[in-house]
């Protein structure tokens, strides 16, 4: 099992930044992949960005150039910095992590902080 604590949301003005923080623990390893999706509000949950065991990094094309995704060298937190935060941004965000040492692979989820952008 694994488990997922994020931390961090809030209420920012129109291009305020916030950083989300996502603690693992339980049986992780330097092989997971981990990411960042929202889900705002009467929308599909969405991935934001994601980073590879190998620390290759994908941005969905609304976060691309103000978002940056990245962890700690052991691979026990992840962090989204949001910077020039819009209110097309306020959602529920939610830290995921995908464990390949099981088989099939298991993923799992945060319980989600909420991200409020308004004036």
């Known amino acids: 099992q694994v488990q997922l604590v994020e931390s961090g949301g809030g209420s920012v003005q129109p291009g305020g930044s916030l950083r989300l923080s996502c603690a693992a623990s339980?049986?992780?390893?330097?092989?997971?992949?981990m990411g960042w999706h929202r889900q705002g509000p009467g929308k599909l949950r969405e991935l934001v960005a994601w980073?590879?065991?190998?620390?290759?990094?994908y941005y969905g094309d609304s976060v691309k150039g103000r978002f940056t995704i990245f962890r700690d060298n052991d691979m026990n937190t992840l962090y989204l910095q949001m910077n020039g935060l819009k209110p097309e941004d306020t959602a529920v965000y939610y830290c995921?992590?995908?464990?390949?040492?099981?088989?099939?692979?298991?993923?799992?989820w945060g319980q989600g902080t909420q991200v409020t952008v308004s004036s």
């Open positions: 980073i590879s065991s190998g620390g290759t990094t």
């Open positions: 995921k992590r995908v464990v390949y040492t099981s088989v099939p692979s298991k993923a799992y």
């Open positions: 339980g049986s992780i390893s330097n092989t997971d992949s």
